[in-house]
């Protein structure tokens, strides 16, 4: 297994490097009858696209616009693979040429060298954060099936460079460059991380994804649990470092009376357990959080070695983000949304005619 894929009923396999000709997704296992263009998938990822003019966004600009390469007839699914296919248009590999016989601290360079005897020195080849376009346009198509259901996703950011939000609008999300839901502390948030830009440093921060009207009863225990396979995609994230389902490490330090989550004849009382327990959905909102780190690529000096074992200096400089943040957003998202479409699949049968849209019980035969 080479660990190019992800999930069961609804598999993804993403390909490409960030200094190649191109990236891509394969889908497998989405459903027919699904109406699907290149522009639902387009709206996806404008909003991871680099080179926007953000302030704390690489200079790179890609139009990263996809192609559908297969899986689509007269603009409906057909059920088999879905090809997608997005084209590096302003990769520079040049700038990486003094970085060839380096290793960058925080980068998959020695890892990558120690796995497989070789690594891709244009930038950070497969283990670039340049591959996540390929699973935002896998996250679009996943919210195809989640539409079915009503579920709605939202990804948004809760905390960067030590910047905490105070209050939580969601209606604000698509208003700033943040994804933020405070549009006070977006701005501190900014301006924190661009001092951090100019100083040659990054920074991180905390994105928090929710996930509304979920069904209960999804989750495959035990080694599949639903919070076990979230953590599994939002950690598989280059840049994520942790994962909280709901009170998260705060559980720790409550009490079993504080941490329940009460039950009363019209649902759950408070959310502790992030719409999730014992690995199967609750009907609660799902609720989740990633700590983002910094990005490794800065232009201050640092201590490394080279492929020689020999002790130097490196500023690796370039076109990079000051945060992952924003653009990472949008990624977790697509994770939230693979999980749940995977789980969908493997708990109903879906059937889709010209006229209706039907989901049906795969257990016990009811309509939903």
């Not at 195809?144 to 030590?162: C, E, N, P, Q, R």
């Not at 983000?321 to 109903?348: G, N, Y």
Request: charged share 25%; proline share 5%; net charge positive.
């Amino acid at each position: 297994m080479a660990g190019n894929s992800f999930g069961q009923a609804f598999r993804v396999t993403t390909w490409g490097e960030s200094h190649g000709p191109a990236l891509g997704a394969v889908i497998d296992g989405c459903p027919p009858r699904l109406r699907l263009s290149a522009q639902h998938i387009q709206q996806a990822l404008d909003k991871r696209r680099p080179g926007k003019g953000g302030a704390v966004e690489t200079a790179r600009k890609e139009p990263d616009k996809v192609e559908i390469l297969s899986g689509i007839f007269e603009g409906l699914t057909t059920g088999t693979p879905i090809s997608l296919l997005i084209w590096n248009k302003d990769a520079r590999s040049k700038s990486y040429a003094h970085l060839r016989e380096v290793f960058r601290p925080g980068h998959g360079d020695y890892t990558y060298l120690k796995r497989y005897g070789i690594r891709d020195h244009r930038g950070g080849g497969r283990s670039s954060g340049r591959e996540t376009a390929a699973r935002v346009a896998a996250g679009a198509i996943a919210q195809l099936i989640l539409d079915l259901f009503h579920i709605k996703v939202l990804a948004y950011t809760v905390s960067l460079a030590g910047v905490d939000i105070e209050t939580k609008e969601l209606d604000k999300i698509e208003s700033n460059r943040l994804f933020c839901p405070d549009l006070e502390a977006a701005q501190k948030m900014e301006k924190a991380a661009l001092e951090a830009r100019s100083r040659g440093d990054s920074v991180g921060g905390i994105v928090e994804i929710q996930a509304i009207n979920v069904p209960a009863g999804l989750g495959e225990p035990v080694f599949d649990k639903l919070d076990a396979e979230i953590a599994k995609g939002l950690m598989s994230v280059g840049a994520v470092k942790a994962v909280e389902i709901g009170s998260g490490i705060k559980a720790a330090y409550l009490t079993g009376s504080k941490n329940n989550d009460p039950i009363a004849p019209d649902g759950f009382l408070s959310n502790n357990a992030g719409g999730i327990l014992a690995g199967i959905s609750n009907g609660e909102p799902i609720l989740a959080r990633a700590a983002v780190k910094p990005i490794p690529s800065i232009s201050l000096e640092q201590d490394t070695i080279n492929t020689k074992g020999e002790p130097c200096k490196i500023k690796v400089g370039g076109r990079h983000d000051a945060s992952a943040i924003p653009r990472i957003v949008p990624v977790l998202k697509a994770m939230m949304q693979m999980v749940l479409a995977d789980h969908l699949l493997r708990r109903f049968q879906i059937e889709i005619t010209d006229h209706s849209k039907i989901i049906r019980d795969r257990i016990d035969g009811r309509l939903i």
